[in-house]
């Protein structure tokens, strides 16, 4: 059986050394799910309502624009905001630390008590981790706040939510950009596949099937197209 990485213990020194790594791939899944689901969103509102090939060109590339740099902003703050909660947690436990270390080491040993530890290895435990501030910090940090101790980049979160949201977003609008025929449904038709791809690719850091993934991304995907072109079929009906 193939394992994800080597065990040696050179490898497994190097690994550690370099510390745990922030992960971009919600952002890059998020921003391209989303990319595509309002544009082709947007494609299908237009259809409906029969509103031409420019309507839909002008409002589609407004949307990649507008609502993709929306959603960075917005990813950006968040994971910003994200970051400034760690941190605030940080200098709480600090205190805390500082201020009242006996009621801290109780947190600490009800903390291993309850992973199951024996009572003499949990006063080990505890000797051991309080030892050092840094340690007893990130500990309660994980332990009492479920804190991942990996500081994400807030610009490279944005950057892979737009970079996602116009590539992905640039599908639907590719068959009115060079004016093939029947360019509704080819943009159906690349939508739907690229909606596959996206929960496949998606698999690959998940425990579900490559399939399973795919057809769920698909089926929200593709759903909410059909709303859009529902109202926007209703709405040309009434206006």
């Known amino acids: 059986m193939t394992l994800e990485h080597d065990h040696s213990v050179d490898a497994i020194r190097e690994r550690l050394s370099a510390g745990p790594k922030a ?21 299908s509102g237009s259809a409906g309502a029969d509103l031409g090939t420019r309507v839909v060109l002008i409002l589609g590339f407004a949307n990649l624009l507008a609502d993709g740099l ?9 994971t910003k905001a994200d970051l400034d909660e760690v941190e605030r947690l ?3 436990e ?14 600490l040993r009800q903390i291993f008590a309850a992973k199951g530890f024996e009572p003499e290895l949990v006063e080990r435990l505890v000797e051991a981790v309080s030892a050092d501030e840094q340690t007893w910090t ?7 706040y479920g804190v991942a101790l990996v500081d994400k980049s807030p610009l490279k979160a944005a950057c892979s939510t737009f970079v996602a949201f116009v590539v992905c977003g640039l599908v639907p609008l590719m068959p009115f950009v060079i004016a093939m025929p029947t360019p509704f449904v080819v943009a159906i ?11 496949a690719a998606k698999s690959v850091w998940s425990v579900a099937p490559w399939w399973r993934s795919a057809l769920e ?9 059909l709303v859009a072109y529902g109202v926007g079929s209703a709405l040309e009906a009434l206006i």
């Open 189 to 199: 038709g690349l939508t739907g596949v690229t909606f596959l791809g996206i929960g």
């Open 70 to 78: 929306s959603m960075a902003a917005g990813n950006y703050s968040a």
């Open 138 to 144: 990130n500990t309660m940090l994980v332990e009492e």
């Open 90 to 92: 940080r200098d709480v």
């Open 94 to 107: 600090q205190r805390h630390i500082a201020i009242a270390p006996e009621g801290e080491r109780e947190e």
């Open 217 to 225: 991304t698909f089926l929200i995907g593709m759903g909410a197209a």
């Open 23 to 43: 992960g971009y791939v919600r952002d890059w899944v998020y921003g391209g799910i989303d990319g595509c689901i309002t544009t082709f969103a947007i494609v």
